[in-house]
């Protein structure tokens, strides 16, 4: 296995967001920037690589960095209808990637996992893309990840069991919805929604965020397309909210 050193976010997001900010707002939002393993075979004959874009197509929604794996049929991060993982829900809730990659590392279907950051700062900002290249050994033929909506109570987005192209130089294009974990009430309050909300996308407040859930919020739903932002609240419809596809996902292979 290989991995790359897990490097702290939290504090860059917030100091990137508001310039006074010098420490992490809250210890439990885990973005880690900078990640990458495989759990299979590294033989330069066994492995592919890919070139992988993913474009914030929203105006006023940033997305935390990330969390790709290629994989055989077998693996699955989410599906629409059934119950967010505890993985997925640590995600749109905390952006706390650390319970996906510890169990990513650990599924024996998982070729490499890779944690991309946009640069600085570490989040996807509307209208920013992050490139990375991510390896697939032979017979791991698909591709997923997840991103948390980060102005949001537990929305996230993110492509499940996509086919990775099959030939060199080929290319595939994909468009990515965004998705309520049906594990949140969307209270649209700042003080349930991750600290970095306000500062990065330009609102003032005093609510100190969480980056922590709320037994008292749970949903115990399912996951479905989310509706979007309703306002009324903290959040503002025409700021944070979306119409259509949260994200443009295109992968080359390489090699």
């Not at 115990?220 to 909210?241: E, F, M, P, Q, S």
Request: proline share 8%.
């Amino acid at each position: 296995m290989r991995t790359k050193a897990l490097l702290p976010v939290i504090a860059l997001l917030a100091a990137a967001a508001c310039d006074d900010m010098t420490e992490p707002t809250s210890p439990d939002l885990q973005l880690e920037p900078a990640y990458a393993s495989a759990n299979a075979s590294e033989k330069a004959s066994d492995m592919r690589t890919y070139e992988v874009t993913v474009e914030n197509l929203t105006s006023g929604q940033p997305l935390t960095p990330p969390a790709a794996v290629t994989h055989r049929g077998a693996a699955d991060l989410f599906e629409a209808g059934e119950a967010a993982s505890y993985e997925v829900k640590e995600i749109a809730e905390n952006g706390n990637l650390g319970p996906l990659l510890d169990a990513l590392d650990g599924n024996k279907h998982v070729s490499n996992v890779v944690v991309a950051v946009a640069g600085d700062p570490p989040p996807v900002m509307p209208g920013q893309s992050v490139t990375f290249e991510i390896e697939a050994e032979n017979g791991a033929q698909f591709f997923s990840f997840v991103s948390m909506l980060i102005c949001t109570n537990d929305g996230f987005t993110g492509l499940d069991r996509v086919k990775l192209p099959n030939q060199v130089g080929a290319s595939a294009a994909f468009m990515a919805s965004g998705y309520d974990a049906g594990t949140e009430i969307n209270t649209e309050d700042f003080a349930d929604i991750v600290p970095p909300c306000p500062p990065l996308t330009g609102v003032a407040s005093t609510d100190p965020g969480s980056g922590t859930s709320d037994p008292a919020l749970a949903e115990n739903g399912v996951i479905t397309h989310h509706a979007g932002v309703a306002g009324g609240v903290d959040l503002l419809a025409g700021l944070h909210g979306w119409t259509g596809p949260v994200a443009r996902i295109t992968i080359e292979r390489l090699d």
